[in-house]
């Protein structure tokens, strides 16, 4: 093949390939997929090789200074993805590349390693996509194990994904049952450790990768299988640019490299649901021996300032299973003592200076912290304003909770339980909890578990509150083996009453309705076109010029929705604005909105994000 002008593309936010011009001495070495040093820009760069030319329409050209793989980085298949990649998420085909490879390879460290030989895999498996949907997470195993060793046999791959690095320990533990090869792949390595093990991978010395949402980029040869497990979880969106998602990838490889595909969940996303049905997909649902039982708390006549934020049904629950010595938690999803402090005579409120929103006050380090950043402060003992004026505080976080817990119950042993907290506290008789706790399902046994506010769990502007609080509730009463309580001033919700009922069909079919109804996934596709900036009112002015022109240029079957504040409008000093693109399809809402999006650009210094799928 003739090698003197190589098509290279880069880590940057510009499209390519550009054409490089190679020297007779890299020729015989030089190959598609490789990561090669150039100048870009007039800065030192690197880049990717993805094919050669003979001719180049640009004179002169810059040269290809050196190579840095022995062996390709990306071969074929990645290559293709990673343009797909490019093309469905709206970043380049560079900035894919970039996101594909470990961490290390991104600076100008020279790789080595030894190519394993393309593997004597057997037939192909014949594609498959499995929804094992189960209702007691306990039989999930025996199933999972079976089919990767399945796999196995075939001298076929697989990658298993999992939404915390906390899950990966015991999913490791699982696979010992198999006792085949296993390599854990993360983000959250040091970067060298990341890189030493993809090599690994690379060189086919594993059977399995486990890791989590980044691990479906690993470079696995002949791969029979990705399981995703708790497909619901939020964690598989990639929350920075790109914004990719993990089961989106795992789709896109599975139909170019012909694997199956093993979605795992107790409570699985409407999504997920939806298309398991659409497509026929198989479904395999396991059945519970036994449901705990399940008690909503009407609270429309409890006033929380008067009265203990804890029902007389939830304080009498808790008293008789500490009475049989059985272990409480109290699940609530807000961290602190109290979640506002104002001053009761002029109403000043003490706020995040850099995300305008209420702080926290922690009891422990006695100091009010921003729940988004990490901006912290001392609480001032007077108001600023009118001097001599006590602030108060108010709203209940799980400080505060558990003072009134100690206050009802002196004799019991109470704890606390949030992400820093190291490890859940067993000996503890009553326990309060945030999210985290749900890592432990399984782990140790719970008696009663009780929801504190379940409205808090409802009321985010997010159109999947519902289903994240279905998920909730649904691997809440999993882990309570006697009881789970809920209290809330919505005793109709639908989400509730389904979990009550064990209706998980009934849930779905509600919830698609509204989702199709209002134009939302999996009905419509979205984009979010992001605009931050330090200048509020510009940023504002920006957005409504930048929706003119979307709204201007739209085509039939796309709706353009007015700017609004993001659900965090003020975050680490930038106001956030967001305008919700609506489709049939992502191609045809990016078709049309990245033009005008980018002649945007050249016009405006405010920074534009665009989410796909949010
Ligand atoms: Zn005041
Ligand atoms: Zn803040």
Redesign the pocket.
């Known amino acids: 093949m003739n090698k003197r002008i190589a098509q290279v593309i880069v880590g940057l936010p510009v499209e390519g390939p550009f054409d490089y011009s190679v020297g007779k001495s890299l020729r015989d070495r030089i190959a598609v997929g490789q990561r090669v040093r150039m100048v870009f820009n007039r800065r030192p760069s690197i880049g990717v090789v993805v094919r050669f030319q003979k001719n180049s329409p640009f004179k002169p050209l810059n040269p290809v200074l050196s190579i840095l793989d022995d062996y390709p980085s990306l071969d074929e298949k990645a290559l293709k993805l990673t343009r797909a990649f490019g093309r469905y998420y709206g970043c380049s085909w560079g900035e894919a590349a970039q996101t594909w490879l470990p961490t290390a390879l991104r600076k100008a460290k020279e790789l080595q390693w030894t190519p394993c030989g393309e593997d004597k895999a057997e037939a192909p498996l014949g594609k498959k996509v499995i929804l094992l949907h189960d209702k007691s997470p306990d039989k999930r195993w025996p199933f999972i194990l079976e089919t990767i060793r399945k796999v196995w046999e075939a001298k076929r791959r697989v990658i298993f994904l999992v939404p915390e690095a906390s899950l990966i320990e015991s999913v490791l533990q699982r696979l010992k049952e198999v006792s085949c090869p296993v390599i854990v792949l993360d983000k959250k390595m040091r970067s060298s450790r990341e890189l030493e093990q993809w090599i690994k991978v690379k060189e086919g010395r594993a059977t399995v990768v486990v890791g989590t949402r980044s691990a479906v980029f690993a470079p696995v040869s002949s791969l029979g299988l990705i399981v995703i497990y708790e497909e619901e979880h939020a964690a598989y969106k990639q929350e920075q640019s790109p914004h990719y998602r993990a089961q989106t990838i795992a789709q896109m490889r599975s139909q170019s490299e012909g694997c199956s595909l093993l979605y795992v969940s107790s409570a699985p996303s409407a999504e997920t649901w939806h298309k398991a049905k659409k497509e026929r997909w198989t479904k395999i649902t396991y059945e519970p021996d036994r449901l705990s039982e399940m008690q909503p708390v009407d609270m429309t006549n409890y006033n929380p300032q008067r009265t203990s934020i804890l029902s007389f049904p939830l304080q009498s629950a808790i008293q008789e299973t500490l009475t049989a010595q059985g272990k409480v938690v109290l699940f609530m999803n807000r961290k602190g003592f109290s979640t506002q402090t104002r001053c009761p005579q002029c109403g000043w409120t003490l706020k995040?200076p850099?995300?305008d929103?209420n702080l926290t006050y922690l009891y422990v380090s006695k100091r009010m912290v921003?729940r988004?950043?990490s901006?912290k402060t001392e609480l001032p003992g007077f108001c600023p304003h009118c001097p001599g004026s006590y602030l108060r505080s108010s709203g209940t976080g799980i400080e505060k909770l558990e003072s009134e817990a100690a206050r009802l119950y002196p004799h019991a042993r109470i704890s606390r339980y949030d992400r820093q907290t190291a490890e859940f506290p067993r000996e503890a008789d009553v326990v309060i909890a945030t999210q985290a706790v749900l890592k432990g399902q399984g782990a140790f046994p719970v008696d009663l578990m009780a929801v504190v506010n379940f409205d808090a769990e409802l009321h985010h502007m997010d159109f999947r509150s519902a289903q994240k609080a279905f998920a909730l509730l649904v691997h809440l009463r999993q882990f309570a083996v006697r009881k789970l309580l809920v209290q809330t001033r919505m005793i109709d919700n639908y989400c509730l009453r389904a979990v009550l009922k064990g209706d998980f069909d009934g849930f779905y079919r509600k919830e698609l309705k509204f989702r199709q109804e209002l134009g939302f996934p999996p009905y419509k596709h979205l984009a979010a076109v992001g605009l931050r900036g330090s200048d509020e009112e510009r940023v504002f002015e920006q957005a409504k010029d930048l929706y003119a022109r979307l709204e201007k240029r739209k085509p039939q079957g796309i709706d353009v929705l007015d700017p609004h504040p993001d659900v965090n409008p003020k975050?680490?000093d930038k106001y956030r604005f967001t305008i919700l693109l609506k489709g049939l399809s992502v191609k045809d809402i990016l078709a049309y909105a990245t033009p005008v999006i980018k002649d945007f650009k050249r016009r405006h210094s405010t920074l534009i994000t665009l989410n796909v799928d949010p």
Request: charged content about 20%; some cysteine; proline content about 0%.
């Open positions: 995040c850099r995300c929103v921003c988004h950043c901006f975050l680490r």
